[in-house]
């Protein structure tokens, strides 16, 4: 008897063992924002319904989530089995053969229901190559009751000259309130993101029709004079180390009269449980100089399967449940409609409920669609992209660039240095590059 049941146990544990070794364990890179923090903590419904994949987070700041993924995709390290990245590395990344199409979401994905610009940014020749988690532009988030106290109106359209003026009229450095804070934090994503939208309405650009760089030009003098004269009158001490997430908590806990940014941060300031202005809060389109252009971006970060994984279809899997219609129904149903991951779907805002709930609905998918990612710029360019320019060498540039800017936003550097900087650096990496013959 004792033999039979030794033997039975003996059975038992070989089948648990040979059922742990069958489940696939997926590693997920992603970066530390919000939305993809609520997605971890959801995934008991992923979960229940593929009990053979298990999940492995490694969530990154923004910076190092870019250059360890880059890294390992590159050197096919294959320590990622699903990669967080955005509409600047997938149509790349896609040409180098790097990356999986998404060819696999399921039946009921409804890809066709995915906004057209955000599509579009993800796709090479007509496929998908990454999933939209959730996609931005940028807008003016600022506090009605500091614009009421000063007499002030935000048109929905304001001018950077408004802007200026209205930020110097809140700010109230006495009781820690600022007229606006901005990203400084060096980084091509991070102050660059802000600062080339920015340009782009002050009529600059990073390059002419033949590659050379142009920070050597009146327009970009214009707009980095500006950026650092309005941040040392309104902004907040230690602005050159602020990216998104540090000016998210600073307007969050009141410090911030408005504040120009992803327009993925309206359900986190409007949201009581987050923010102590959270009634407080009003939306307008990014500024413009009246050049035709506003200093709106277009973004999405997505998911997507490095090429050569053996655990493509697992990963297809997630991707699929993280970006479907019935994930936004999950986080409405924990979280409130207005904390769903925004736009990445049409249906999402031709939704009623989503409309009620989010009173930056309307202002989000206006300025997704306005962005032009072909025609970024006043004068025309070689190259797409609204914040970035859509060329490899751009993450290395830019993030050298931006630590010039930032270092003149903290006053260790001119701006007239850090431009005469700009341009040395971009004129021989595209020198090197092969651009400038």
Not at 115 to 143: C, H, N, T, W
Not at 165 to 189: E, F, H, M, P, Q
Not at 393 to 399: D, I, P, R, S, Y
């Amino acid at each position: 008897m004792r033999i039979v049941i030794g033997a039975l146990l003996g059975a038992a544990s070989i089948l648990a063992i040979g059922q742990a070794a069958a489940a696939t364990k997926l590693t997920i890179a992603t970066v530390n924002n919000g939305d993809m923090v609520r997605m971890q903590s959801l995934t008991d419904d992923f979960k229940a319904k593929n009990p053979d994949i298990d999940l492995e987070w490694v969530t990154l700041e923004e910076n190092t989530l870019r250059q360890k993924v880059t890294t390992d995709i590159a050197t096919k390290a294959g320590q990622f089995d699903v990669l967080t990245i955005g509409t600047y590395e997938v149509p790349i990344w896609a040409k180098k053969g790097w990356l999986v199409p998404l060819d696999n979401l399921g039946a009921n994905y409804d890809v066709d229901d995915l906004l057209p610009p955000i599509r579009a940014g993800l796709s090479l020749d007509g496929k998908l190559y990454a999933a939209p988690f959730y996609g931005e532009s940028s807008m003016v988030m600022y506090r009605k009751d500091l614009f009421d106290k000063a007499g002030l109106k935000m048109p929905e359209q304001p001018t950077w000259d408004f802007v200026a003026d209205a930020a110097k009229k809140i700010t109230d450095k006495d009781n820690g309130v600022y007229g606006i804070c901005l990203r400084g934090k060096a980084g091509w994503g991070e102050n660059m993101a802000f600062l080339t939208a920015m340009s782009n309405s002050f009529g600059a650009r990073w390059f002419d029709e033949k590659w050379q760089p142009q920070f050597d030009q009146p327009e970009w003098k214009n707009t980095l004079n500006f950026y650092v004269n309005l941040m040392k009158e309104a902004g907040p001490p230690g602005a050159a180390s602020n990216g998104f997430n540090e000016n998210l908590a600073l307007f969050n806990s009141g410090k911030c009269g408005m504040w120009i940014d992803a327009t993925v941060a309206a359900s986190f300031v409007t949201n009581p449980k987050d923010s102590k202005v959270a009634d407080k809060v009003g939306f307008a389109l990014a500024p413009n100089t009246g050049l035709g252009k506003n200093a709106n971006w277009l973004w999405a970060w997505s998911l997507a399967v490095p090429a050569g994984s053996k655990k493509a279809d697992a990963a297809e899997k997630f991707i699929s449940w993280a970006t479907s219609k019935d994930y936004l129904n999950l986080v409405a149903s924990k979280e409130g409609w207005a904390n769903v991951p925004p736009g990445t779907r049409a249906s999402l805002y031709a939704n009623p409920e989503y409309q009620k709930a989010a009173p930056f609905a309307k202002m989000t998918l206006d300025s997704i669609n306005s962005a032009d990612p072909n025609h970024p710029t006043v004068k025309p360019v070689p190259y797409t992209g609204v914040q970035f320019v859509a060329i490899p060498e751009f993450q290395g540039l830019g993030t050298a660039v931006g630590q010039q800017f930032s270092a003149a936003l903290a006053g260790s550097s001119t701006v007239d240095a850090a431009l005469a900087a700009a341009q040395a650096t971009a004129t021989r990496e595209m020198t090197k590059a092969g651009y400038i013959k």
